[in-house]
């Protein structure tokens, strides 16, 4: 008997029967169908992580592979997830940006999707705003791009661009002419790094594919499959400060990073002595669906994968009502599963999420 995880080839296997479908290609649709209409309905079996986050900034991005936090503590404490509404609410902070923080608890704040990690570092008029913006003061009116990739020069990785979409210093839409067509954005050559080896860089800046455009913004990045990760930099050829915004996975193609604020964090300064954010945080797994026969399925149960792949069926056939018969099996029977999953036995514990405010201490042991 067997206790692995199930894949492809499990539910191909069991709906050649239940559906009548005996090509793979039709079949791997209705399966990858099936999972992503069952995907957002709960937090199941394999769409949880553990995962521990350190940042020295006021802001993070989610690994492209993670959807959402769903629970977080922060330096040990459990902590608050706000909506993008949080800095818009009557009796909110505001602006956090505009905020001097540094309190016992921190927060974290969504933030929304970016096209990158990280952003184009802030060009500041005066020293006086550098308290409220997270990079320091730099010169110029905007900054170049620069990619690269650890395959090496031989390789069909450097012989590909990346087209960036974005804003320059006035706000205008940065638009480039190729071939005498006028495109949005520019599109940038991918440099190989020196022998291979990531942050490795020999020669001066123009032997370089480097950006013409000046960036203040990037609203889009498009990039083709590749055979290795590929970094998107912003650079500063005079004085070769080199700030990473990116590092794209091989088969990324339209990248979107989801960011969250931490509230009341310190901006981090050496003259501050602050230490950054130590995040603990339990969260949910985008959906990835299973290309390869042995590739594991995101959602682990075949019997509902049958049940919604008969309710797809029955919509093409125009039975509504079959159709949510079979979907509402389908949630009961992951239901079930997740029930079985998690249960656990004994005396259900109780955070009080006011504790905080009442200026109460955690009580870790057995004494009143």
């Not at 290309?291 to 509504?320: C, F, G, K, P, S």
Request: charged residues 25%; aromatic residues 8%.
């Amino acid at each position: 008997m067997s206790i692995d995880l199930l894949t492809l080839a499990d539910a191909r296997k069991a709906l050649k029967k239940a559906t009548g479908v005996c090509d793979n290609p039709t079949l791997d649709t209705y399966i990858e169908e099936s999972e992503r209409r069952l995907w957002p309905k709960a937090d199941w079996r394999l769409s949880r992580r553990r995962v521990r986050i350190r940042t020295q900034n006021r802001y993070f991005p989610l690994p492209i592979e993670v959807e959402r936090i769903i629970h977080v503590d922060i330096e040990g404490n459990p902590s608050n997830i706000f909506n993008q509404a949080y800095e818009f609410l009557h009796c909110g902070p505001g602006d956090l940006n505009y905020r001097e923080m540094g309190t016992a608890y921190k927060d974290l704040v969504d933030q929304g999707e970016f096209p990158t990690q990280f952003d184009i570092p802030v060009i500041l008029t005066s020293a006086s705003d550098s308290d409220h913006h997270l990079y320091n003061a730099t010169t110029g009116d905007g900054w170049k791009l620069v990619a690269f990739s650890p395959e090496s020069e031989d390789s069909i990785d450097t012989s590909k661009y990346l087209t960036i979409r974005g804003l320059d210093h006035r706000n205008d839409i940065i638009r480039t002419t190729e071939n005498d067509v006028r495109i949005d954005g520019e599109r940038i050559r991918i440099n190989p790094w020196h022998e291979g080896v990531e942050g490795e860089i020999f020669g001066k800046w123009e032997d370089l594919q480097v950006s013409t455009s000046e960036f203040r913004e990037i609203t889009r990045v498009v990039k083709p499959e590749t055979l290795g990760p590929v970094s998107l930099y912003a650079v500063n050829t005079t004085t070769n400060a080199l700030f990473l915004l990116s590092k794209m996975h091989y088969n990324t193609l339209i990248p979107s990073y989801r960011r969250y604020w931490i509230a009341n964090s310190s901006i981090e300064t050496e003259a501050s002595g602050t230490t950054g954010s130590s995040i603990l945080a339990l969260v949910k797994i985008k959906f990835r669906a299973a290309e390869a026969a042995d590739d594991v399925l995101t959602v682990q149960n075949i019997a509902a994968i049958r049940m919604m792949t008969q309710a797809i069926q029955a919509e093409e056939d125009e039975d509504l009502v079959k159709a949510a018969q079979f979907e509402s099996t389908a949630k009961r029977l992951l239901a079930e599963d997740l029930e079985d999953n998690q249960k656990m036995s004994g005396v259900p514990v109780i955070i009080d999420q006011l504790y905080q405010a009442s200026g109460a201490q955690l009580n870790r042991g057995y004494n009143n």
